[in-house]
């Protein structure tokens, strides 16, 4: 993660809509894949937000990376590092967010639902997981640029950019309510899904 990384997600739009922010409480897990992808959102969103706490879940030999990259940037001591595999291993419970950025794209919808299931399980009654990321309108029409970055994606990893209507469909079956997604910045938008209380 660079400092122009971190700068240009401060440019961003907000990837978290007010009602989540709001209804969140001080403590949010970020669980991700790549971290120079998701790992600058949870620095900006910690900026923000000086009283918030987050965690990275992230397997080995990643995690060390990620330590150090935060302890470079001076967010060691509010955000750790949770060693894991997103795809085996429970969540870390207690947290009130999950963040998925760019993370379900590169999966096929086993592994979705291998992603989504357990986070589901690990969110605290109320939390919200919002899933970041290029995604398809629900009736598989565009926009253009994800379709593109989905034929990209479907030659170079198991996954494909998911549709509107596909992911709120597995949210729905995971026990997720309130599903929606939001415009955000750079063609990308914002599942939405929230754990029951």
Known sequence: ??????????LCRDPLPVEVRSKCGRRM?????????GLAYLCALIDRQPDLRGAVFERAPVDVAARTLLAERGYADRIDVVTGDMLSDRFPGGHDLHLLSHVLHDWDEASVRRILR????????????????VHVDADKTGPLAAAEYSV????????KCWSVRELADMLGECGFVDVSCRAAAADRSAMLGRKPA
């Not at 993660?1 to 401060?10: A, D, F, P």
């Not at 897990?29 to 992808?37: C, K, M, S, T, V």
């Not at 357990?118 to 990321?133: I, R």
């Not at 990209?152 to 996954?159: E, Q, R, W």
Request: hydrophobic share 40%; net charge negative.
């Open 29 to 37: 897990a970020e669980l991700l894949l790549h971290p120079l992808h």
């Open 152 to 159: 990209f994606l479907m030659h170079a990893t198991p996954g």
């Open 118 to 133: 357990p986070s589901f399980e690990a969110l605290t009654p109320g939390g919200w997981l919002v899933d970041h990321d």
């Open 1 to 10: 993660m660079t400092g122009g990384e971190v700068g240009r997600v401060k």
